[in-house]
């Protein structure tokens, strides 16, 4: 007989957390990158400028509301797409479609996303410091954006976890190689790339939404608005978001197949 590990609910939103511990301030510079109005800052000269302005420790600004964000978005999207496709393949003795995972990844995603807005709101204002103390913000506040976020969620979690899925299941059937931590580290990159690819534009907007001062009346406005400074607009901060999602989301995934390697529930098979 053989034994065979699942995932745990939990393990997604620990994995993530520890990938966003290393990546966070990729992630502070995108921020930075997206919101500024004027010039056209690159990557090393934004964060050359937050160390002048604030110091090295400023690159970790936030971080707190980052594993936030992380046990109840990414732990939330994690949890539903793992149990609800563990239970489908049992059932059905196999694989889910690609389809299937698109669906559920997307659904998984939209919820996570709604129920992470607040922690995500206070994450991106926490690293522009533009609030004090996280009571500052009124409940209404702090889902400022919920649509967006959700949106954002889907899309992501769809190129995450459902092309992860998907490309590794490519990878093991092709039997070049085994399941290992090449294999995991091979599927993790496309995902990776799926993912910035398809939450790049909606990832722009609901960061200018969450950062609003009452400059736009809703997701409409801000479209119409950042569709006149050109379509690169939606592309801002391609680069390092792409630089820092792709090293998130292998982590990510490296960390979660270890986590359910060494610490999984055992299926006697």
Not at 109 to 116: E, N, Q, S
Not at 246 to 259: D, G, K, M, S, Y
Request: glycine residues 10%; proline residues 3%; charged residues 15%.
């Amino acid at each position: 007989m053989s034994d065979k590990r699942m995932s745990r609910w939990y393990f997604g939103g620990l994995a993530s957390c520890g990938a966003a511990c290393c990546t966070h301030p990729l992630d502070l510079i995108k921020v930075h990158l997206q919101t500024q109005q004027k010039g056209k800052m690159g990557m090393v000269s934004m964060a050359m400028q937050v160390v002048k302005n604030d110091g090295a420790l400023a690159l970790y600004n936030g971080l707190s509301a980052s594993l936030c964000r992380q046990m109840s978005y990414s732990l939330t999207r994690f949890a539903i797409y793992e149990t609800v496709r563990d239970m489908l393949s049992s059932s059905n003795q196999g694989p889910m479609p690609f389809y299937q995972k698109v669906l559920l990844g997307a659904f998984g995603g939209f919820t996570g996303g709604f129920i992470g807005t607040p922690a995500d709101m206070v994450n991106v204002r926490s690293e522009k410091h533009l609030v004090n103390t996280h009571s500052s913000l009124g409940v209404r506040k702090l889902f400022s954006g919920a649509t967006m976020a959700s949106s954002r969620g889907a899309l992501v979690t769809v190129g995450q976890l459902a092309c992860y899925d998907q490309a590794k299941q490519l990878v093991l059937s092709s039997g070049f190689m085994g399941d290992n931590i090449l294999t995991h580290f091979l599927s993790s990159f496309i995902a990776g790339g799926c993912a910035t690819f398809l939450c790049q534009p909606l990832d722009v907007m609901k960061t200018r939404l969450m950062n609003s001062k009452g400059e736009y009346s809703g997701v409409i406005h801000c479209l119409r608005v950042t569709a006149k400074e050109g379509p690169m607009a939606f592309y801002k901060g391609l680069v390092p978001a792409g630089i820092r999602l792709i090293p998130h989301t292998v982590l990510t995934f490296i960390f979660l197949e270890q986590l359910k390697n060494n610490f999984g529930i055992v299926i006697i098979s």
